[in-house]
C-alpha cells in the first residue's frame, strides 16, 4: 500500500494531484520532459504575467515533481521522476481495484442472465 501522508517520503500524494490537477503546470511538465529549462524558456508559451507564473513552478518544486537549481541569474527547472512514480503507483493501484471489481461485476451478471435464461 502506498503511503498518502506527509513524512520521509516528503509531501503527500495528495499535492501532486493538486498540481497535477492544473493544466498550466502539466504543460509546464511535458515541456520538462524533453529537457532542462529556465523560468522564461518555461514562461515563453503562457500568456501570463511571470510572477503568476512563478507561482505554478513554486507549487510543482513544492510537491516535487521538479526541482530547481539557479547558477548566477538563470534559475534552471528538472524534472523529478520519483514524485510522477507516486502518482503512477497510486493509479495503477487503482485500476488494479476496479479491474477486479468490474471482473467480479461481469461474472456475477454473467451469473445472473444464465440463471434468468433457464
Excluded at 93 to 103: G, S, Y
Aim: glycine fraction near 6%.
Amino acid at each position: 500500500m502506498i503511503a498518502l501522508a506527509t513524512g520521509a517520503a516528503g509531501p503527500s500524494i495528495d499535492g501532486v494531484f493538486r498540481a497535477l490537477a492544473d493544466p498550466t503546470r502539466r504543460e509546464v511538465l511535458a515541456r520538462l520532459s524533453r529537457s532542462a529549462a529556465s523560468v522564461s524558456e518555461l514562461a515563453a508559451p503562457f500568456d501570463m504575467a511571470l510572477p503568476s507564473f512563478v507561482g505554478h513552478l513554486r507549487i510543482l518544486e513544492g510537491c516535487g515533481l521538479v526541482r530547481s537549481e539557479k547558477k548566477g541569474r538563470v534559475r534552471t527547472y528538472r524534472l523529478s521522476a520519483e514524485r510522477m512514480r507516486l502518482a503512477e503507483d497510486w493509479l495503477a493501484q487503482q485500476r488494479t481495484f476496479w479491474e477486479r471489481r468490474l471482473d467480479q461485476l461481469d461474472d456475477y451478471l454473467i451469473t445472473l442472465k444464465q440463471e434468468t435464461n433457464r
